[in-house]
């Protein structure tokens, strides 16, 4: 049996605001095997990366369970929670907004070292050591060793992101919550990160959730996918399976909206009509109910509950 690392069970993270509660994160439930890839997915404001913070504690859920290694950690203490901080880490979208610009990048990589204090050792022993660390990391990455006393704004995007993955491998994780971190990025230089996770991966038995917009990519990265619509979790299921047999008409209409690299290929366009409702305040039905081409009645008597229809593949429909 594969072990599963972390297990989200009935989770919610509401905002309040003057009409009411946003539904951010509504009922999300879903668990990862230890070393697999996640892929969330789904349109902007859908609650993705607010699923993801709200893993990791930056922002504190409003009820249900994160199960990480067998253990609730909505349960901990903050002092608990500082200590699972080295295991669970993320990498943010914008590699320029989430790195300090006053700082060097051996800082920037030092910074999660000497607040966990990882190393041991004072003085001009603990000085080689630090050194050391951060220019294996800079290595591991891909970073020059000669960008050592470098700033952010000296460098381009991609070494940025460089940056921030070092950050996150420095304390050695066991879960990384990547938050689109190529969608700033040039296409070109998208591959090559993206080729850096996996590598990293594989040498260290890395847990991913990969939050995206983009299909084509967690196509090839996830071992599983999550698609997301208005704070919840839809479907569900393998990478293969979701692409060749997708079951819930939201996941159909963003899998047609992949393009096509043959010229003289076609394929069926889904279209998606109407705006997506308010999530101030959610009525009890179907969250796709206003924008879906195959409601029926039963879409209005109340949230469609995610299903196993087949072995791994779950869905939240009531007209299948």
Request: proline share 5%; charged share 25%.
């Amino acid at each position: 049996m594969a072990e599963i690392i972390l297990e989200v069970k009935n989770l919610k993270k509401y905002f309040k605001s003057p009409k009411g509660n946003v539904h951010a994160v509504d009922n999300v439930n879903f668990s990862i095997e230890r070393g697999k890839t996640l892929g969330i997915v789904g349109e902007s404001g859908c609650g993705k990366s607010s699923t993801g913070r709200t893993i990791l504690r930056l922002i504190e859920p409003t009820s249900g369970q994160i199960i990480f290694e067998g253990k609730d950690i909505t349960k901990v203490s903050d002092r608990e929670m500082t200590k699972l901080r080295r295991d669970m880490q993320i990498i943010f979208q914008d590699p320029f907004s989430s790195l300090d610009p006053r700082m060097t990048v051996s800082e920037l990589i030092a910074e999660p070292l000497n607040y966990h204090k990882v190393l041991e050792g004072s003085g001009r022993e603990l000085a080689q050591k630090k050194e050391e660390y951060i220019l294996n990391l800079m290595d591991t990455v891909g970073l020059a060793r000669r960008l050592y006393n470098s700033y952010p704004h000296e460098l381009d995007g991609g070494r940025r992101q460089r940056i921030g993955i070092a950050r996150a491998l420095a304390l050695n994780p066991k879960l990384i919550v990547c938050d689109e971190p190529v969608s700033a990025l040039d296409v070109s230089i998208q591959a090559q990160i993206l080729n850096l996770l996996k590598d990293l991966q594989k040498e260290r038995g890395l847990t991913y959730i990969f939050i995206t917009h983009n299909l084509s990519v967690v196509n090839h990265f996830a071992d599983e996918i999550a698609v997301m619509y208005l704070g919840s979790v839809v479907e569900k299921a393998p990478v293969d399976e979701l692409f060749s047999n997708p079951l819930h008409p939201y996941t159909k209409a963003l899998l047609s909206a992949i393009p096509v690299p043959e010229i003289r290929e076609r394929k069926e366009e889904v279209l998606i009509q109407g705006e997506v409702v308010s999530p101030i305040n959610l009525p009890d039905e179907c969250r796709f109910r206003k924008r879906c081409s195959c409601k029926c009645e039963q879409c209005s008597a109340g949230i469609p509950k995610l299903q196993e229809v087949k072995p791994g593949h779950f869905v939240a429909c009531c007209n299948l």
